[in-house]
């Protein structure tokens, strides 16, 4: 069993950064490959980012691409979500997700196919 506690939303303008953490324990945590998924009100989970269990391979949604960053530091049981230049379409409540298939298995991302979540982090971006 892994448990997964997301922190580091909050209010921020259009155009400001905020980092997301995701406190990782259990057994096996190391070993899965990681995701950042984000929920609108209203609207579907979405796939936001993915890292792979070592961190040396990361794929993310086109949306967010050249603006966010995932990365993990395993000696400290954590993800994180580095997100710049955020705009108003980035609202959401972002949950991290772990998945014991190796990243490059993943194939099509969809949140059915995660084994583990946090409760989430609501991140307001105003215009």
């Known amino acids: 069993q892994v448990q997964l506690v997301e922190s580091g939303g909050g209010s921020v303008q259009a155009g400001g950064s905020l980092r997301l953490s995701c406190a990782a324990s259990?057994?096996?945590?190391?070993?899965?490959?990681m995701g950042w998924f984000r929920q609108a009100p209203g609207k579907e989970r979405d796939f936001v980012a993915a890292?792979?269990?070592?961190?040396?391979?990361?794929f993310y949604a086109d949306s967010v691409k050249g603006r966010f960053t995932i990365s993990r530091d395993n000696a400290k049981n954590t993800i994180y979500l580095q997100m710049d230049s955020l705009e108003p379409e980035d609202t959401a409540v972002y949950f991290c997700s772990a998945r014991k298939v190796p990243l490059r298995e993943w194939g099509t991302v969809d949140y059915h196919a995660m084994d583990y979540w946090g409760k989430g982090t609501l991140v307001t971006v105003s215009s």
């Open positions: 259990g057994r096996g945590y190391s070993t899965f490959a």
């Open positions: 890292v792979s269990w070592n961190g040396a391979t990361t």
